[in-house]
């Protein structure tokens, strides 16, 4: 099962941003989908994660300001990022778990990443 995710950039302080990830591949069925960020120099961190009946889950620095949500007809996890700051600069990566295959055997997957970058 593949990842794609879109939708980072460069935003000013206080802004906004959408981003976007998108499961493909053949036979599979997704349990928890997430977001996860990484800065240079430290350990990739959760942002939010989301089970299959779209209960969330988030790191307490980002909860109220980020919201994940995913539409499973599209087989897309979003996370919608409101009153950014310097800080929320990093490479945020997607990750998804769930099953595939004939033998539904279990999988784990990452995506490419997108960078996001929060600058006057």
């Known amino acids: 099962v593949q990842l794609q995710a879109s939708g980072g950039g460069l935003v000013q302080p206080g802004g906004s941003l959408r981003l976007s990830c998108v499961a493909s591949?053949?036979?599979?069925?997704?349990?928890?989908m997430g977001w996860y960020r990484q800065t240079p120099g430290k350990q990739r961190e959760l942002v939010a994660s989301i089970s299959s009946t779209s209960k969330p889950n988030y790191a307490d620095s980002m909860r109220g300001r980020f919201t994940i949500s995913r539409d499973n007809t599209k087989n897309t996890v979003y996370l919608q990022m409101n009153s950014l700051k310097p800080e929320d600069t990093a490479v945020y990566y997607c990750?998804?778990?769930?099953?595939?295959?004939?033998?539904?055997?279990?999988?784990?997957?990452w995506g490419q990443g997108t960078q996001v970058t929060v600058s006057s």
């Open positions: 591949g053949n036979n599979f069925l997704l349990n928890v």
């Open positions: 990750n998804a778990n769930g099953w595939s295959g004939s033998k539904v055997s279990p999988f784990a997957s």
